[in-house]
């Protein structure tokens, strides 16, 4: 079993910069693949970006690829999202979650935090 929670969103100007994280319970957090996805009003939810269990391999949406860095440390049982250059586009409510494969499904995640709102404006 692990639980997430996210922390880390708010309001920021267009072309501003955020870092969200994501904190795990448990001491099997180096197992999982950790990843963000985003869900904004009225749309379904869509995959931001993932990293491997070891942070080896990274995967990215490409709205998101040369903005947003997904990181994270074991030792904390933390993951990260580091978003810069945020457009008025990137709004939505944040999630992370954990999966045992690399995947861009959300279907195929077992663990979701609660999320975290990230609003950007102009």
């Known amino acids: 079993q692990v639980q997430l929670v996210e922390s880390g969103g708010g309001l920021v100007q267009a072309g501003g910069s955020l870092r969200l994280s994501c904190a795990a319970s448990?001491?099997?957090?180096?197992?999982?693949?950790m990843a963000w996805f985003r869900q904004a009003p009225g749309k379904e939810r869509e995959f931001v970006a993932a990293?491997?269990?070891?942070?080896?391999?990274?995967d990215y949406a490409d709205s998101v690829k040369g903005r947003f860095t997904i990181s994270r440390v074991n030792a904390k049982n933390t993951a990260y999202l580091q978003m810069n250059s945020l457009k008025l586009e990137d709004t939505a409510v944040y999630y992370c979650?954990?999966?045992?494969?690399?995947?861009?499904?959300?279907?195929?995640?077992?663990?979701w935090g609660q999320g975290t709102q990230v609003t950007v404006s102009s």
């Open positions: 990293v491997s269990e070891l942070g080896r391999s990274t």
């Open positions: 979650a954990a999966s045992r494969g690399i995947h861009r499904m959300v279907s195929e995640y077992e663990y």
């Open positions: 448990g001491r099997t957090f180096s197992r999982y693949f």
